[in-house]
């Protein structure tokens, strides 16, 4: 009995530690910043997203002991796994599809000149394409930009076109690909065994540069997004928002504040209307 209860002892400790480093690895990846994000999405568009963990490259505070024995703070770098919440404009999905993992899927990142640079150093990217890419610059931008205007009025960002900050378009691509694409884009024989056979893996691009093609290493080929929508539609990728459900009652409501507002105004003092056509030459009107 004694050994039964250690054995169950040590297993609640394992299990607490885990609970603890996965509490810690939200707090540190922004989980809670991200989900609070999404339920805003999550009551107003058709759907809304969360995406992770995805490893990136944080900035933190760290300790070390100095020669005279005192500790000392510096700022250093790690690699450590993030959340965020997905915009749902900036979400591509295969046509005809109802689930995330059903088809290929893109991700369009507007991302600055830091942002991508940042990118250096983190597995799975190529150091040289990003390297090439930050060379020659951003370029010509793919985007519509009436509609990125429109979006960035939106959102209340105001002459965000005259931001002197370099910003590059990368589309971040989950499906399919051939290996015969996946061996030209820097993945070993090894990796890839057959050139003919097509593989679950993930690719960015930024204008004409892959700056990554690896593997999906998940065991069922899905991708690192979460989607639900307010109201779900049986077969359809996108649900309804909250603003779309009560659109009917929202136009009776405001209809109906117009009339209460327009009897307000007429109904708050006396009014006189005069014929000056009626009125004989010489009258005090």
Known sequence: QDYRFSILQEAQNRADKMKYRIEDQFEQGGWSDAFNEFITDLVTFPAAFVKGPIVRRQRTLGYKTAPDGNMIVEPIERLGPEYERV?????????????????????????????????????GY???????????????????????????????????????????????FWGKVSGE???????????????????????????????????????LGEKPYAKTSFIKQPGAFWGKGIPEI?????????????????NMAISSGPQVEVNLERIPPGEDI
Request: glycine share 4%.
């Open 246 to 262: 009560i659109e009917d009652i929202q136009n009776i409501c405001n209809a109906a504040a117009r009339a209460l507002v327009n």
């Open 181 to 219: 694409m996946l061996r030209d884009w820097g993945l070993s024989d090894e990796e890839v065994p057959d050139a003919a056979r097509e593989y679950d893996a993930n690719v960015w691009v930024v204008g004409n540069y892959v700056i990554k093609a690896v593997l999906n290493y998940d065991p």
């Open 126 to 172: 190529d150091d040289e394409a990003i390297r090439k890419v930050l060379e020659i610059g951003n370029g010509q931008s793919w985007i519509n930009e009436d509609v990125e205007l429109q979006k960035e009025e939106e959102e209340r960002k105001f002459y965000a076109y005259n931001s002197p900050t370099e910003m590059f378009d990368a589309l971040e």
């Open 87 to 123: 915009d749902p404009f900036r979400i591509y999905p295969e046509p005809g599809i109802t689930h995330i993992n059903d088809g290929y899927m893109f991700e369009h990142h507007h991302m600055s000149r830091t942002e991508l640079a940042d990118l250096i150093g983190v597995p």
